[in-house]
Nanobody
Framework: VQLQASGGGLVQAGGSLRLSCTAS????????VAWFRQAPKKEREFVAT????????YYGDSVKGRFTISRDRVKDIVALQMNNLKPEDTAVYFC?????????????????WGQGTQFTVSS
């Protein structure tokens, strides 16, 4: 499975951005998908995950209420809508696919990873 995250760039604090994750082949039939992020000199951090049907989501504490993960199973795209962005959201964002229908918050739940997309939130 090859994954591609896109949508990064530069945005002002308080603004919004939408990231997309696409796969080289269909992965949505049975697999959970997650977003993680990694800021410079920091550990990789869990952001959000969505189950195979798209009806169950789970978020990291730092993004709850501001980020929304969703999936289009027909187009096989998982999106991350990010609102009220803060400078501390600046990072490289990765999408990852689990072998299971429900994923957790641990990066080792997800064996397939994309290259990541960078965005910066300016204050």
């Amino acid at each position: 499975v090859q994954l591609q995250a896109s949508g990064g760039g530069l945005v002002q604090a308080g603004g919004s951005l939408r990231l997309s994750c696409t796969a080289s082949r269909r992965t949505s039939s049975n697999n959970a998908v997650a977003w993680f992020r990694q800021a410079p000199k920091k550990e990789r951090e869990f952001v959000a995950t969505i189950n195979w049907r798209g009806d169950s989501t789970y978020y990291g504490d730092s993004v709850k209420g501001r980020f929304t993960i969703s999936r289009d199973r027909v187009k096989d795209i998982v999106a991350l809508q990010m609102n009220n962005l803060k400078p501390e959201d600046t990072a490289v964002y990765f999408c990852a696919v689990s072998r299971r229908s429900y994923g957790g918050a641990q990066s080792n739940d997800y064996p397939y990873w994309g290259q990541g997309t960078q965005f910066t939130v300016s204050s």
